[in-house]
């Protein structure tokens, strides 16, 4: 008897078909009988009638233990404790400019700023963690709805405060920003001196960054990122890329990761569709089809290799084997400048729908501490790529792990799929890596 003991995937290509094991890294390219071969041994039929000539096939997959060897273990994400040792703090709902796309809507609603006591509680809070699970470094992120250098006396006060506080406990803290780039040369060298690292929001080269990211007065941002640029560049800072991609430039994107790739200091650019929410919802800009996507980031990816650089796509991971797709589902610490607490980057307010299932928790100002809701805690750990259905079947499924959570799911249920343009993304270019590999002779063919 036959009994295949891996999770096994077919996968059409041309006129044939890989077979993809995920847990194994191990793909074949294989004709249609050997599939049929395949299928035939996992419904458990009678196997007595087979042919010498498909016992012969079936030899590479028992020597490697596809076939009657060990039985493979489920993936699983098991997190059933609430102990970060990062937090990610939105300073402000300010912002200078008004991109076209923004999902927070930044600088359009009634202005917030972070107050100093929540934020150093928060700090305490991982701080506690990390000293908690034995270890030396904990984390601070700035990002947020706004501008995160727009509360510049709040961003000077955490920081000092972190410091202050990892001295004192023989710990390191790393300090992360992403920003617009829109800053005085003063407060980006104080940053370059203090911080680990900044992510730079840049969408191309002129006409493209001042279409999508100008100014509240509507004139263009370019000039201004570029002095950031020059600086950072001529300072050797660590700083990566993050490119938005619209309807507008999906056709321009071998052009973008060209100009960024000759332009700036990074080896990894983060090109991301935009998402219909926010401002996006109303100013006539729309996500990119995922034939238009797939299509721009094949020639970009010519073009960064042939300056040896990277892109990459949230979805597309083949390097990583996960059942969940990010710290969202139940571990991330996010705090709004509300004191409010939650999972997710991109549900920062209250008057976001998605908040209703992000949002789990908040400062206490009474009793001077974060409280959480446990439920809800529980309900995002729950969103594993294990729990959703729709995923049940699909190769992708420990890569993209249900895709992001915010983006991919519907606005009341996590365990449902509902961007199915993000999946024919994540799925094309993700068999893209595959068949790379393959044709390197990396995995089995």
């Known amino acids: 008897m036959y009994r295949i003991t ?34 035939k041994i996992s419904i458990k039929g009678d196997q007595s009638s087979l042919r010498k000539k498909e016992r012969e096939s079936l030899k590479p997959f028992l020597e490697l233990g596809l076939i009657n060897g060990k039985i493979e273990k489920v993936l699983a994400h098991v997190n059933t404790e609430f102990m970060p040792t990062y937090v990610t703090l939105f300073l402000t709902n300010r912002c200078n400019l008004r991109c076209i796309y923004c999902y927070a809507s930044g600088g359009e609603k009634q202005e917030a700023t972070l107050p100093v006591e929540i934020a150093k509680s928060a700090i305490d809070f991982v701080i506690k963690n990390t000293l908690l699970k034995n270890q030396k470094v904990f984390g601070i992120g700035f990002h947020g ?31 992360y920003l992403a920003t617009n780039g829109i800053m005085s040369r003063e407060k980006l060298d104080w940053i370059m001196a203090n911080f680990t690292g900044i992510t730079l929001s840049l969408d191309g080269p002129e006409r493209i960054q001042n279409y999508h990211r100008p100014f ?29 991609v619209t309807d507008k ?10 100009f960024i790739a000759n332009t700036c200091r990074t080896k990894r650019i ?12 109303h100013s006539g800009i729309e996500s990119p089809s995922a034939d238009e996507f797939i299509k721009g980031f094949r020639k970009a990816q010519k073009v960064a290799e042939s300056l040896k650089v990277a892109v990459f796509y949230s979805g597309a991971r083949l390097d990583t084997l996960t059942t969940i797709f990010c ?10 400048p509300d004191g409010d607490v939650t ?5 920062c307010s209250k008057d976001d729908p998605r908040s209703e299932i ?41 890569h993209c792990a249900g895709d992001c959570l915010a983006k991919a799911s519907g606005e009341k249920n996590l365990l449902t799929i509902n961007n199915f343009t993000r999946c024919k993304i994540n799925q094309t270019l993700t068999l893209d890596q595959i068949v790379k590999i393959l044709n390197k002779g990396e995995i089995k063919n």
Request: hydrophobic fraction near 35%; proline fraction near 3%.
């Open 6 to 39: 891996t999770e096994l995937f077919s996968i059409p290509w041309e006129d044939k078909y890989i077979i993809y094991a995920p847990l194994r890294r191990l793909a074949f390219l294989v004709t249609p009988g050997v599939v049929n071969l395949l299928h």
């Open 145 to 175: 709805g706004g501008e995160p250098t727009l509360a510049w006396t709040t961003l000077e006060a955490c920081v000092e405060y972190a410091k202050g506080r990892a001295s004192e406990k023989g710990l390191n803290g790393n300090l």
């Open 216 to 244: 509240f007065n509507g004139k263009g941002s370019f000039g201004k990122v570029m002095e950031t640029v020059k600086r950072m560049n001529e300072r050797n800072f660590s700083y990566g890329v993050r490119t938005t």
């Open 249 to 258: 430039s999906v056709g321009y994107m071998d052009e973008i990761v060209e």
């Open 270 to 281: 983060h090109l991301e569709p935009t998402f219909t929410c926010g401002r996006c919802a």
């Open 327 to 336: 710290k969202a589902a139940g571990s991330s610490f996010c705090v709004t």
């Open 343 to 347: 999972s997710c980057y991109e549900v």
């Open 358 to 398: 992000f949002f789990y928790g908040r400062y206490d100002g009474k009793q001077m501490k974060f409280v959480f809701s446990e439920e809800k805690l529980a309900y995002l750990r729950n969103r594993t790529v294990n729990n959703i259905s729709f995923c049940e079947d699909c190769f992708c499924k420990y």
